[in-house]
């Protein structure tokens, strides 16, 4: 029966999660540990990928391919203490997996229907087994050790979406109300009021926390708040991957739908407010910078904490902290090279100084998301991702969509199995896509006055990480000439500030030439680490490895709907 493999198959998936958590009680340190999880992340990702294509599963393959692990990392007793559990663990997994593939298309409509009470129970109880693990898991990896009680929120995550920080912050959030051991709800401080802080101090909030929501600036969200030139959309990341098109967030608190940035803050500000007079248990400070927190009293497994700040009077009795502080904002790399930060509300074009007779010429350096949005942006008129997407007829193609994912699957097999991180995306892309002739209705966005140049150190191109579909658009834009590239690691000494003709710009050297350019947009991204080591040193200091270990942290995103339930049920447990 249908449902009997499948009970198998997670009653296998449950026992290979036990054997790789195992480490939180037996005493490995959190270094050890994120290998073990490392591997889990590994193994779950070929698991995933071979149950998404129903090929069957050859426990020999994947046996050697946690050899290959272990002899990477034999001078780590996590893998040499798992060893013989895991790959038990790994082949009963297998085995079931074999079985549901092979049942999978075979049951008839009456099995299915007289399965359908079983197949429920257990899904039941494998999502919530799935939510607390993870909930734990975050716990974990945002706790700074030594320091009970507090908590970084996502500062050193890679992915940087307004989506992905309200994830993080609703999964944080839950898993503190929900192992919190007070007979009472907890007194939260969140420090920081940007998309991430203001969603978990939502989240505390419906949980039933008292929460003081501390930030330095004179506004809530004041990084994104004035920009109307960023099209903010919570699922085409995620392209070409089913439901990436709808414009919701589908979020269970703040939510929002696609829209420029400041009217998606708009969106989210409202919600928080009405959230602010329906609950009654939210403090605001403003202007508020954090200059200390530390411990007044209670003891070393339960401390009390007390916020400082510049010339204010400290906030006292917090029971947990949570610093939502961001990423920081780009900083200058050299410095006769202004830098127009990605929030910056400044359009790339210079109206009215260029036309088509005398082009303006505009350089975008890097290969993450920030460079690639931004070589759209100078290519057309008020560039929105949807828009484009329904202009290229051939991008809806399922088999299309398919090698784009298959390429994704190997670019990441490559990078966990090897480490290189320099996956070759071009030459797929070029295969796939090299056909496509961009239409008359995008040909009429482009802006006839720019020239756009991308340049990015990279061999492909571009890297593992950022937007299948901003890479897909680039290298559409490329192929049809419209985009020109430059592969150079660009250095100070290669960028001279110049005034030709009274045309004040840059000279860009390549390796057998010099280019001008009216425009430099220096597209390397932010330096998190050192945001967080500027403003909170001492923190800084003990953080250890939880840079790692929020890195690894991966999360089911649809679980968020099930927290929210969660977080009502607690708030019943502190009323009750």
Known sequence: MPSIHKALFLKSADALNSV????????LSSSELSIVWDAADTINLIIASLTAVKEEASSDRLLKFIDLYIRHNSNKKAYQLKRSELCLAVSNLLGSLHLLVLTDDDDDDDDDAADDDDDLVIDSIEKQTDIDNDLRSVLLASNVEETPNCYILGCFEDKKTFLTQQERAIWLSTAILKFWRGSTAPRVAVIGSGIAGVTATACLSTGGAEVVLIEKSDELIPLQRRNDTRYIHPHLYDWPKPSSLSSDARLPILNWVADFADKVVAQIEDEFYSIVDENGNIEIEKSFKVTGVKPHSGNARSPKFAISGKSKEPLMGFDVVIYAIGFGVELPKFSHVPVLGYWDNTPLHASGLFDENMKGNILVSGCGDGALVDVLRGRLRDFNHSEILELIPELQDEGIKTKLLDIEREAISEKITVRRGQFIFSPNYYK?????????????????????????????????????????????????????????????????????????????????????????????????????????????????????????????KQASFNLYNELRDIRLKWVS
């Open 20 to 27: 790789l958590r195992e480490g939180i009680s037996t005493g």
């Open 432 to 556: 796939i896509l090299k056909d496509i002739k961009l239409s008359t209705e995008i040909k009429k966005l482009l802006h006839p006055a720019y020239n756009i140049t991308f340049n990015s150190r990279r061999p492909g191109k571009y890297k593992l990480g950022s937007s299948i579909l901003n890479r897909v658009l680039v290298q559409i834009f490329i192929s049809n000439g419209l985009v020109n590239f430059r592969e150079k690691d660009i250095e100070s000494d290669n960028v001279t500030a110049v005034t030709i003709n009274g045309r004040s710009g840059y000279n860009v050297k390549w390796v057998d030439e010099e280019e001008f350019f009216d425009k430099i947009l220096l597209r390397y991204g932010v330096d998190s680490s050192a945001h967080f080591e500027r403003s909170f040193p001492a923190v800084f200091d003990s953080c250890g490895e939880i840079q790692e270990r929020q890195s690894r942290l991966r999360l089911i």
